[in-house]
């Protein structure tokens, strides 16, 4: 009687199997079979699915951002002016979001670029709460570890008072 003996690994699933060839085969048959059909690992799922929001998110018009606004090292400042505290707010996350890829902001992010535009306050969370229970930003994690982004709404309104500062600047 002729013996087999099998070792594979496929990814993180192995198979071992030693014996009679028709009792091997009838195995790694089974095994095969398991494997083809089990459950896909988490990350292995969120590869092979697209997310949602990518596909309905509108494109942003592309805006000159770089004109009203300067980058240095993870500070977004205004070089032009909003009209107001929390239109520079939303700019400065904006900002964040475009020119750095920075989807979180950190509030010293934004109260060192609110400092850099010209706006002395002493602290951003009581800006950014008053944006965020307007609907304009949303706020992720408490005390220390608060970090910021645009909602829908407040994308919106920050691409309109974009425009609306680009227009200022010749």
């Known amino acids: 009687m002729e013996t087999q003996k099998l070792k594979i690994k ?7 199997a030693a014996g009679p060839i028709d009792v ?16 896909l690992k988490a990350n292995e799922l969120a590869a092979k699915t697209e997310r949602p929001n990518e ?3 509108p494109q942003l018009p592309h805006l000159a951002l ?11 400042s205004l070089t032009a002016r909003a009209e107001t505290l929390d ?3 939303l700019l400065i996350l904006l900002g964040q979001k475009e020119l750095r890829g920075n989807q979180e902001v950190t509030g010293s992010e934004i109260m060192d670029g609110l ?4 706006y002395a306050i002493p602290r951003a969370d009581t800006l950014m709460d008053r944006l965020s229970a ?9 005390h220390r570890s608060r970090r910021y982004r645009l909602s829908n709404s407040g994308l919106n309104l920050a691409l309109t008072v974009a425009q609306a500062v680009l227009q200022t600047v010749p």
Do not use: Y
């Not at 091997?24 to 459950?39: D, G, S, T």
């Not at 400092?115 to 010209?118: D, I, T």
């Open 55 to 57: 596909k309905t998110a």
């Open 134 to 142: 307007d609907g304009n930003v949303i706020t992720v994690g408490v």
């Open 24 to 39: 091997v085969q009838a195995q790694f048959a089974a095994w095969k079979e398991l494997i083809v059909n089990a459950p």
């Open 66 to 76: 770089d004109r009203i606004m300067k980058v240095e090292g993870r500070v977004v």
């Open 87 to 89: 239109e520079t707010a």
């Open 10 to 16: 496929v990814g993180e699933h192995e198979f071992e």
């Open 115 to 118: 400092r850099q535009s010209g």
